[in-house]
C-alpha cells in the first residue's frame, strides 16, 4: 500500500458508505491518508520527518484585485485582498432580486386577469375604458409593487451595509442599470401575461399556459454560474445580448469584479427596449380580442393570428 501499483485494486482505497459520494469523511481520509502516505516514503528515502514537513508545506495562492494610482498625488495604491464572497454576493443579491420583482410584478397578472374575465369583471370595466386601457392599469400596478418593494430592499440594504461598515459592497454605479432592466423586464413580461391572462377561461387554462410563458425568466437562472464564472465569454456576452434574457444576464455581468465594455449595455438596453414595445404592441391587440371572448381556449396559432392582424 505505501508503494501502490499504477492500476489495480492495490492502488485504491475502498469507503464503504451510504452516500459516499457526498461524504466528507471520504475526503478527510484521502488527504489524511495520503499525507502520511507521503512522509513514510520520504522516511524511506532517507528524508527526516522534520523536513518532510518542510517539503510538503502547502503555499496558498491569495486572491488580490489590480493596484491602482491616485489620480490626486500620483502615488500606487495597494491592490486590496478579493473575496470569493464579496465578489459573487452582490451580482446574486441584484441577479435574484429582479427575479424576484418579476415574479412578484408581472407573473399573478395572468391569473388576476383570468379571474376578472371569468367573473365578469372584465366586462363592467370595459364599459368605461378601453382594452388597452385596462391592460395598461394592470401593468401598471405591477410595476408600482415591484418598484415599491425593490426600493424598500435597495434602501434598507444601503442602510444596513453603512452601519455595518461594508458600504465598500454597495454597487452605486448598478443600481440606475438595475432599475432600468426591471422596470422594462416587468413591462414586457407583465403584457405578457396579462395578454395570456385575457384568453384564459378557466384556472386550468392558465395554468397549462403559464409555464410556457415562465421561460424566459427561467432560463437566465439556469445560465447563472456560466456567466458569473466567465461574464467576459463569449457565450456571456450573446446569451445576454438576447432581448429577453438581456435584462437578468446584464445585468449579473454589469455587476460582476471583470467588468465588461460599456457599449455592450447600451447595446442590451436598446434591444430590450425594442422587444418591450413590440411585446407591448402584441399583447394589446391580443388583450383587446381576448378579454371579451369567451369558451374558446387559448392556441399558440390563435394568439399569433390575433397579434399580426389585431
Same mark, same amino acid.
Given at each position: 500500500?505505501v508503494h +501502490?501499483e499504477?492500476?489495480?485494486?492495490a492502488?485504491?482505497?475502498?469507503?464503504?458508505?451510504k452516500?459516499?459520494? =457526498?461524504d466528507? &469523511?471520504?475526503?478527510w $481520509?484521502?488527504n489524511?491518508i495520503n499525507?502520511?502516505?507521503?512522509i513514510?516514503? =520520504?522516511?524511506?528515502?532517507g528524508v527526516?520527518?522534520?523536513?518532510?514537513?518542510?517539503?510538503?508545506?502547502?503555499?496558498?495562492v491569495?486572491g488580490?484585485?489590480l493596484?491602482?494610482?491616485?489620480?490626486?498625488?500620483?502615488?500606487i495604491?495597494?491592490a486590496?485582498? #478579493?473575496? /470569493?464572497?464579496n465578489? *459573487?454576493?452582490t451580482?446574486?443579491?441584484?441577479?435574484?432580486?429582479m427575479?424576484?420583482?418579476?415574479?412578484?410584478?408581472?407573473?399573478?397578472? $395572468?391569473?388576476?386577469?383570468? /379571474? /376578472?374575465k371569468?367573473?365578469?369583471?372584465?366586462e363592467?370595466?370595459?364599459?368605461?375604458v378601453k382594452?388597452?386601457?385596462?391592460?395598461a392599469?394592470?401593468?401598471l400596478?405591477?410595476v408600482?409593487?415591484?418598484l415599491?418593494?425593490s426600493?424598500?430592499?435597495?434602501i434598507?440594504?444601503i442602510?444596513a451595509l453603512n452601519?455595518t461598515? $461594508?458600504? /465598500?459592497?454597495?454597487?452605486?454605479? *448598478?443600481l440606475p442599470?438595475?432599475?432600468?432592466?426591471?422596470l422594462?423586464?416587468?413591462?414586457m413580461?407583465?403584457?405578457?401575461?396579462?395578454?395570456?391572462?385575457?384568453?384564459?377561461?378557466?384556472?386550468?387554462d392558465?395554468?397549462?399556459? #403559464?409555464? %410556457?410563458?415562465?421561460?424566459?425568466?427561467?432560463i +437566465?437562472m439556469?445560465?447563472?454560474?456560466p456567466v458569473?464564472?466567465e461574464?467576459?465569454?463569449?457565450?456571456?456576452?450573446w446569451? #445576454?445580448?438576447f432581448?429577453p434574457?438581456?435584462?437578468?444576464l446584464?445585468? &449579473?455581468? &454589469?455587476?460582476? %469584479?471583470?467588468?465588461i465594455p460599456?457599449w455592450?449595455p447600451?447595446?442590451?438596453?436598446?434591444?430590450?427596449?425594442?422587444l418591450?414595445? $413590440?411585446?407591448?404592441?402584441?399583447?394589446?391587440?391580443i388583450?383587446?380580442?381576448?378579454? +371579451?371572448?369567451?369558451?374558446?381556449?387559448?392556441k399558440l #396559432?390563435?394568439?399569433?393570428?390575433?397579434?399580426?392582424?389585431?
Amino acid at each position: 500500500m505505501v508503494h +501502490p501499483e499504477k492500476e489495480g485494486a492495490a492502488s485504491q482505497i475502498a469507503y464503504h458508505a451510504k452516500g459516499a459520494a =457526498m461524504d466528507e &469523511l471520504r475526503g478527510w $481520509l484521502n488527504n489524511s491518508i495520503n499525507n502520511h502516505l507521503r512522509i513514510t516514503r =520520504m522516511a524511506e528515502a532517507g528524508v527526516e520527518k522534520s523536513n518532510a514537513d518542510n517539503i510538503l508545506r502547502w503555499i496558498n495562492v491569495d486572491g488580490l484585485g489590480l493596484v491602482s494610482v491616485d489620480t490626486e498625488t500620483g502615488e500606487i495604491k495597494k491592490a486590496k485582498r #478579493s473575496s /470569493e464572497v464579496n465578489e *459573487i454576493l452582490t451580482p446574486i443579491i441584484l441577479f435574484f432580486m429582479m427575479f424576484m420583482m418579476v415574479m412578484m410584478g408581472a407573473m399573478p397578472l $395572468l391569473q388576476s386577469v383570468m /379571474e /376578472e374575465k371569468t367573473q365578469r369583471i372584465a366586462e363592467v370595466m370595459l364599459g368605461s375604458v378601453k382594452p388597452v386601457e385596462f391592460m395598461a392599469g394592470k401593468i401598471l400596478g405591477g410595476v408600482c409593487v415591484s418598484l415599491t418593494a425593490s426600493s424598500v430592499y435597495v434602501i434598507t440594504g444601503i442602510i444596513a451595509l453603512n452601519l455595518t461598515g $461594508l458600504e /465598500e459592497l454597495i454597487p452605486y454605479k *448598478i443600481l440606475p442599470w438595475f432599475f432600468t432592466f426591471m422596470l422594462l423586464n416587468i413591462i414586457m413580461m407583465g403584457s405578457i401575461f396579462a395578454a395570456l391572462g385575457s384568453t384564459c377561461n378557466d384556472p386550468k387554462d392558465a395554468q397549462n399556459i #403559464s409555464f %410556457p410563458a415562465m421561460i424566459p425568466i427561467m432560463i +437566465p437562472m439556469f445560465l447563472l454560474m456560466p456567466v458569473l464564472q466567465e461574464p467576459t465569454s463569449s457565450f456571456a456576452t450573446w446569451t #445576454s445580448m438576447f432581448p429577453p434574457f438581456t435584462p437578468m444576464l446584464m445585468l &449579473l455581468r &454589469l455587476s460582476s %469584479p471583470a467588468g465588461i465594455p460599456m457599449w455592450q449595455p447600451w447595446i442590451g438596453l436598446m434591444g430590450t427596449l425594442g422587444l418591450t414595445l $413590440l411585446s407591448v404592441w402584441a399583447a394589446g391587440r391580443i388583450f383587446r380580442i381576448g378579454i +371579451p371572448m369567451q369558451g374558446k381556449p387559448p392556441k399558440l #396559432s390563435l394568439l399569433l393570428r390575433w397579434a399580426i392582424r389585431g
